[in-house]
């Protein structure tokens, strides 16, 4: 298992931020060659983050290009392709169609370049799951719930009622296919209370991660996407209790009075993968 618990935006025109990107805790990094990059630095921030694509250790690595439609757009697909990131993060991917134009545009990429399709506007919501079925090469789905929430005309208020319809299709969509998805970013950086009630909410709703826009959103990011100790702990007793039972010619076990089935054991086997996978086994 790939944790993709925290995946954080680091803006493709600042080489600080670049930098220190190398020493952040986050799971995978997104560097950004569209909204954080003016249009007269897009040319000399492609070249900067296509060269730094291997700076980063065993971390996943994508970037994110500019978006069909403008001036960029080819001229990214080309170059990012070229070097060979773990993922090219295309925004405003509204059909299957238009997955197939990516995978087109890299098909001179290295096999292991794969495409990170983000959903933001109420077409794409309504065409998530053909969209994530389009190709072998799409491997995840990124939420864009602030250009998707323009769309919608919905305010941005705590608890994302207004988003909450979207969201569970874009979950349900990703499941369907074996797609991972990421949840959107969360604006105000400096409400960490806030960050985190909504870092919970994603993790209820299924998603497999956030999205960020600040370094100090990413520790917490990290913690509520883990498994707990306890949660690791009562999944190896609803193997070691549903083992049992199998041995003893049972379908069932019980756990702390609850019926343990193999649908509690496969959640059970991904929280412990999970955790191996962070360091928390």
């Keep these: 298992m790939k944790p993709r618990r925290s995946v954080l935006y680091m803006p493709g025109a600042n080489e600080r931020a670049l930098e220190k990107a190398k020493t952040l805790p986050a799971d995978a990094l997104i560097l950004d060659l569209e909204d954080a990059v003016a249009p007269s630095s897009k040319s000399a921030a492609r070249d900067r983050v296509c060269s730094l694509v291997g700076s980063y250790g065993s971390r996943e690595v994508t970037i994110r290009v500019n978006g069909a439609g403008t001036p960029w757009h080819a001229d990214d697909l080309r170059a990012v392709g070229e070097a060979g990131p773990s993922a090219v993060v295309v925004p405003k991917v509204n059909s299957a169609d238009e997955v197939h134009a990516i995978e087109k545009a890299l098909s ?3 096999d292991h370049t794969a495409i990170w399709a983000m ?3 109420p077409v794409a919501v309504l065409n998530c799951a053909a969209i994530a079925a389009a190709s072998e090469r799409l491997t995840v789905l990124v939420l864009g719930t602030n250009d998707l929430a323009k769309e919608l005309t919905a305010a941005q208020v705590p608890g994302r009622a207004p988003l909450l319809g979207p969201l569970s299709m874009c979950v349900l969509a990703a499941r369907a296919t074996g ?3 990421l949840d959107g970013v ?3 950086v400096r ?3 806030g960050f985190a009630e909504e870092c919970r909410q994603g993790r209820d709703f299924g998603f497999d991660g956030k999205t960020l826009i600040h370094p100090g959103q990413v520790d917490p990011c990290n913690e509520i996407f883990a498994p707990s100790a306890a949660e690791v702990e009562h999944a190896h007793r609803v193997i070691a209790a549903f083992e049992e ?4 010619g049972r379908g069932v076990a019980t756990v702390d009075g609850r019926l343990i089935e193999n649908l509690h054991v496969a959640n059970a086997e991904r929280t412990l993968a999970l955790a191996e996978a962070v360091g928390n086994s």
């Design 179 to 181: 797609r991972v998805i």
């Design 245 to 248: 039972a199998r041995r003893e």
């Design 108 to 110: 001179h990429a290295p």
């Design 119 to 121: 959903i933001e506007t």
């Design 191 to 193: 409400d960490l209370d």
């Design 186 to 188: 969360y604006n105000d």
